[in-house]
């Protein structure tokens, strides 16, 4: 028996408990340098002792990234990264009591990982306050750098007062280039902790929590703070040095919104494309991992942790979930699909694919959000079936695909006016109707500053996207509005003379469908054949497309019956 099992024999926990770390001071003579020593315990998880919760990046899980500490008298293998945790958090005088997954949960036991994972909402919640360890600061980086850079963060909090005296790295652009360096190094150094999925509901479910850089700190709830004086009434002096380095200070601000966003109204459809883009070991772990932020019972599909479940299966059951949750087939609209293959083998075409990151981008956020304004399924009640990987649907067949012209295809979010002008003139030249295509290239859309969807659009606001195309007059934001709408994405005519515009992977011959719970027009292709249940229709899934003239229940009005179809 190895003695990592003999540690784990040695505190067996049954149901409601979980183990805890005591951290054993650090002699005096070695400090930070002394060997590590722990002990394992039980606890109760309805009744717990006081106790903290680290939060961490394992790092690379190779042996050479290993070190050994003493737990329970026995010698265990722990990251680099979390030696480095308890050799910072541990203290000199009295044990620290911690909750380190590491090492409290029997890594090698996939049944107590499936036990424990779902009770990970509890015991960040319950903690007393989170220990977010984001890393050794860098040999090669001035450890100055990271305390200016907190303290920068400190007076933002403090809504840069005349009261309190200015950091000294805000005197000049210069000056101010070494707490710069420490936050590039915070939000993306190697193995940074702002790129881990399980950092996200470590942060969101701990009443408090400290941030650690090395010996450096701030607190939590300075940080949000710094975040609302950024966001709402920033002084002349921190804007002044806020653009010497925007994208950083940005980038962190727009985090932190996120995640303080999390504590306060967090909607699994939403956090599931939110965090995406987040690291894991395990593909798994995109949707585990953000289960915590949810009440139990939210996503009953995935929320049972089974490590041994395919995770083309975790997908499928998670966006089953997510259409159950939502009552409406809106997590079809929010799936942006790798074109041509798919980053994890096996699954539908209709489900999230959370392992892939787009090549081409395609604004799915603000489509999802777009969607909400339509109704071309009349608000009727969604239904769905699932069967070995394919959806069974109802609805109502709108016409067939006669003609694709392609998009801008863009790597980015920026085109110019020529590029874009360009690649319109050819949906253009098919000749529809001047405001439906007008309609079509704002998606029938007004929208604020930032990009939000505010109330459809009228016969002047198709024509002034219009009057943009052919003389380049008007605002810069009619620019970006049709931009956001219409790159990446065909443009199309059907049979019966409709357009509209629909995912990359669109061809000649695909059909326009709508189905009960769908506010958008979806397309699906003829698998060319028939499932041998009841002669229900087999498709492949596409997408969700616009459709002008079917986007508020036409197509139901048309009193066409109804039909059930399967995709895949």
Known sequence: MSSQETIFRKAPVGDGQFRLLDILPASQELGINAPIRCQLRVASLFDPPDYEAISYVWGNQSSENEIQIEVSGEAFSTTRNLHAALSRLRLQHKTRTVWADQICINQKDSAEKSTIVPLMREIYSRCCQGLIWAGEIPQEMDPAHVESLFEFLTYMAEGGSTDTPAPQSMASEAAFKGPISALVHLMAGPGSWFSRIWTVKEAVLPKEAVLHLGPQSISWSTLIQATKTYTTALP???????????????????????????????????????????????????????LGLFPPGTLP?????????????????????????????????????????????????????????????????????????????????????????????????????????????LIGKHASYELLAEALQRWKSTGPDEEALGRLIINDLVRDSYGDPVQRASTADAHVAMEYLRNRTGEGWIHDQILMTVKNSVYFT?????????????????????????????????????????????????????????MDGEAYERGIERQFIWIR
């Not at 071309?376 to 006669?402: C, H, K, N, S, W």
């Not at 019966?496 to 719970?517: C, P």
């Open 236 to 290: 002349e002096n921190l804007f002044r040095v806020c653009e010497y380095a925007d994208g950083p200070i940005a980038g962190l601000i727009a985090v932190l919104v996120w995640l303080n966003g999390c504590k306060h109204d967090c909607k699994p459809s939403s956090a599931m494309q939110q965090w995406r883009g987040r690291q894991a070991h395990d593909p798994r772990d995109k949707v585990y991992a953000l």
């Open 301 to 409: 599909r995935v929320e049972i942790c089974d490590y041994e479940i395919p995770v083309a299966e975790v997908y499928e059951n998670l966006t089953l979930d997510l259409i159950t949750d939502e009552q409406s087939l809106r997590p079809l609209v929010g799936n942006p699909r790798l074109k041509p293959v798919r980053a994890t083998p096996n699954l539908a075409r209709w489900a999230i694919d959370l392992k892939g990151v787009p090549i081409h981008e395609i604004e799915y956020w603000h489509h999802t959000f777009d969607s909400m304004h339509f109704r071309a399924d009349g608000g009727r009640r969604m239904e769905f079936q699932y069967q070995q990987g394919m959806l069974g649907l109802t609805g109502v067949f709108v016409d067939t695909i006669e003609r694709v012209e392609p998009g801008l295809m």
């Open 494 to 550: 059907t049979k019966s003379g409709l357009i509209g515009r629909g995912h990359l992977e669109m061809q000649a011959d695909d059909e326009v469908w709508v189905f009960n719970g769908g506010s958008v027009p979806f397309t699906v292709r003829p698998r060319g054949g028939t499932k041998p249940v009841d002669n229900d229709l087999e498709y492949d899934f596409v997408g969700y497309s616009y459709v002008h003239g079917v």
